[in-house]
């Protein structure tokens, strides 16, 4: 594959082309510029195995998401993150939690992931439990975690956890004012 002027294409090049595959949700193109990549050399960069991570999540394809995954040395967070969420979504929350509780660093993005992922299980209460390792764990939670706690809340009927966590958002977060937050009491 060369451009017009006999360039040849770089890893920026192949995470904008995959990114476009990801977009379509066109795996076979995917597929066939993954093995480009690999036919032609091109360094292996985290961003650019994120980028090809995300497409095989995002196509259903857990499997050689995995095998990326595992072959590649210098994982980032958002690596994690995508396996994170590629076997949350589909259905693998124990999987996600084992993913979860490897990584070795996490943002408030991961912990996000798989409280949402719980909450979008109706899996309430291990939302609500995971939220309380992410406060013992000194993780600052953002409007992502507290509106996937109240929607735990919700599930189980758990007005009194409820509440303290509204009553948390008004105490923490002054900030939600200009958001409606606080107009609920």
């Avoid at 998401?65 to 979504?89: N, R």
Wanted: glycine share 8%.
């Amino acid at each position: 594959m060369k451009m017009d002027g006999g360039v040849e294409p770089d890893e920026v090049t192949m995470i904008g082309v995959v990114t476009a595959c990801t977009q379509l949700e066109d795996l076979i193109l995917g597929i066939k510029f993954h093995v480009y990549i690999e036919n032609h050399g091109m360094n292996m960069t985290t961003p650019l195995v994120n980028a090809l991570l995300y497409m095989y999540v995002k196509c259903g394809e857990l499997e050689r998401a995995k095998g990326l995954f595992e072959q590649f040395k210098e994982k980032s967070v958002v690596s994690w993150t995508t396996m994170l969420g590629g076997y949350a979504k589909y259905g693998h929350l124990d999987v996600a939690r084992r993913l979860f509780d490897m990584m070795p660093e996490k943002d408030v993005v991961p912990w996000n992931a798989l409280i949402s992922a719980y909450v979008q299980s109706q899996r309430g209460k291990e939302a609500l439990s995971l939220f309380h390792e992410m406060q013992e764990m000194n993780v600052e939670p953002d409007e992502v975690t507290m509106t996937s706690c109240l929607s735990a809340c919700a599930q189980l009927g758990a007005l009194d956890v409820g509440i303290w966590i509204h009553r948390y958002i008004k105490k923490i977060y002054s900030v939600f004012d200009c958001c409606g937050w606080n107009d609920f009491g």
